[in-house]
């Protein structure tokens, strides 16, 4: 069939959910049969979010190809439980280095570069490229931002554009707020109002309309929006606060949305979706009485969108393993030896959280030596793993100056070095060790047990490593490197086998968990813990 195009565009605040309509969609169209992918387009100037703090945008999340991508790329792939790749997120910063490169090739024959046509156009080929590869029934792509932004404005001219060349192949889905007064009671929707009017005055007229309330809105409510807004009264959608967000495919589906769309783009709605996988999920995380705690120490615990593949892996194996998750956040830069007794005691494991820089590194080096010493289930990813070689250096080797030379360049004991490839290379954006690589583990180690094989490959972000040349200084006393890229042999997996469960992976496993398929590690680490605070129960 033909591709479909959906588009999604967000009005009057943002943080709305964008992301999260975008992949419920998905997953409904996915379980009735259709092929499927969702791409992000971000209106920020940077080339991608590689290079920003996550205080700005939240984690930097990672596809398969080695692309850093926005965190909503997270909830696609939990979502829709496929991966992927660099043509799924674009940000303005792309599409200007494109046409920019492409004007001093000459491929603009000297005609004057301009927003309308030159940028709009490269956002439509960008637009249309997945759908181009035959591979999707659907693609649907998010405008980041609100509308009424300048930054917005070429995203949403393409799309206007889009509208009328793609006719009843495209659809546009609008998210808005509806806010409740409390001092009057009363929910307001001229927000909402202003907001379509605001996407009419671009040219884009909203097929649907998905409001964002604390409230439910009265079906009275719905019709006058539908008036106002020149929108089937089918078409106008709530989504209520859900206590989880996994619950919005469902929610939708029961207001109508895939039917809708499915109808609207010319369509047959030949069968109901298949969704007893998902709801298998929903009724293992509504049943489950018992609670698992996990301590998450790092330095960005104000901004939980900093580790949200995190929270939300660790989420999907205490689900699939019973067990309730509560998450504790625990400041690394205020960890100190006078409290780290007090704030890990109760946890039934920790994970020591990735990261870069100096700040707060000293607080995990605390949190790792309390947990080894307490033999505590412990996780180190990334820089976490990193941390967990430092301090079994100084504290077990005994070379007290051991470091990354990240953090102390002269270190005579840098146990975490750049990686020989970086050296030399100054410029931050994209230098790094990203994407899916190979690692192979030993047969009896935790890891290889974890998966249920020897080679896998994860996804990597990462400039230092494991310094082999202390390897064999680190396995005699006790530290085992159990997985190791086949080709280069880097360092990617360290354990202690005699701790109940203490695992360092150099890669990233978070960014391979989804709702359908938890990721292994997770699950192992999350039965350890569970294991470990029934011992402590007893």
Not at 10 to 25: N, Y
Not at 142 to 158: F, N, R
Not at 161 to 189: D, F, M
Request: aromatic share 8%.
């Amino acid at each position: 069939m033909e591709t479909k195009y959906i588009f999604v565009t967000g009005g009057v605040v943002s943080s709305l959910g964008k992301g999260i309509i975008s992949s419920s969609l998905a997953r409904l169209l996915l379980a009735r049969g259709y092929r499927v992918t969702i791409q992000k387009f971000d209106p920020y100037i940077n080339i991608d979010p590689g290079t920003l703090n996550p205080y700005e945008h939240g984690e930097c999340y990672v596809t398969v190809d080695g692309h850093e991508a926005d965190l909503d790329l997270g909830h696609y792939e939990r979502f829709t439980n496929t991966q992927t790749t660099r043509a799924n997120n674009v940000t303005t910063g792309r599409i200007y280095q494109s046409v920019i490169d492409k004007e001093r090739r000459g491929d603009y024959l000297g005609k004057t570069v301009q927003i309308i046509p030159h940028i709009t156009d490269e956002i439509k080929r960008n637009v249309k490229l997945l759908g181009n590869t035959g591979q999707f029934d659907f693609v649907i792509t998010e405008i980041g931002g609100t509308v009424g932004d300048i930054e917005s404005t070429p995203y949403l001219e393409a799309v206007r554009q889009l509208r009328w060349e793609l006719g009843n192949s495209s659809l546009c889905i609008h998210l808005t707020y509806v806010p409740y007064l409390k001092a009057a009671k009363e929910l307001k929707t001229k927000p909402t109002q202003h907001s379509v009017k605001l996407l009419q005055q671009v040219g884009i007229q909203p097929d649907v309309l998905v409001l964002r309330t604390e409230h439910d809105i009265p079906m009275g409510m719905r019709r006058k929006v539908a008036q106002f807004c020149n929108v089937a009264p089918e078409a106008v959608i709530q989504s209520i606060d859900a206590p989880t967000i996994y619950q919005v495919p469902l929610m939708m589906h029961e207001q109508g949305l895939d039917d809708f769309v499915i109808t609207k783009m010319g369509l047959e709605c030949k069968q109901e979706p298949n969704l007893d996988a998902w709801n298998h999920f929903l009724e293992k995380l509504s049943s489950a009485t018992k609670e698992v705690k996990i301590g998450l120490v790092g330095k960005y615990v104000e901004l939980q969108d900093a580790y949200k593949s995190i929270s939300e892996s660790l989420s999907h194996a205490a689900t699939y393993n019973d067990h309730k998750l509560k998450l504790v956040y625990i400041h690394s830069e205020k960890l100190t030896d006078k409290e780290v007794d007090e704030k890990l005691s109760e946890m039934d494991g920790v994970i020591i959280a990735p990261g870069f820089g100096q700040r707060g590194i000293e607080g995990k080096f605390v949190a790792i030596k309390w947990c080894r010493e307490h033999d505590i289930p412990t996780f180190g990813i990334c820089l976490g793993m990193q941390c967990i070689v430092i301090e079994f250096a100084r504290n077990v080797l005994g070379l007290t100056d051991a470091n990354s030379s990240e953090m102390d360049s002269k270190t005579t004991n840098n146990v975490i070095d750049l990686m020989e490839e970086q050296k030399g290379i100054n410029n931050l954006g994209g230098t790094m060790r990203l994407g899916a690589y190979e690692c192979q583990l030993h047969p009896e180690s935790k890891a290889a047990k974890a998966y249920g094989k020897t080679i896998v490959s994860e996804r990597h972000r990462h400039r230092f490593e494991f310094n082999s040349e202390f390897r064999s200084r680190f396995e005699e006393a006790g530290m085992k490197c159990v997985g190791e890229n086949p080709k280069t042999h880097l360092v990617e997996v360290v354990e202690l086998p005699e701790k109940r469960w203490f695992v360092g992976t150099q890669y990233h496993p978070e960014y391979q968990s989804t709702v359908l398929e938890p990721n292994p590690l997770f699950m192992d680490f999350i039965k350890a813990a569970i294991k470990y605070s029934e011992e402590k129960n007893k």
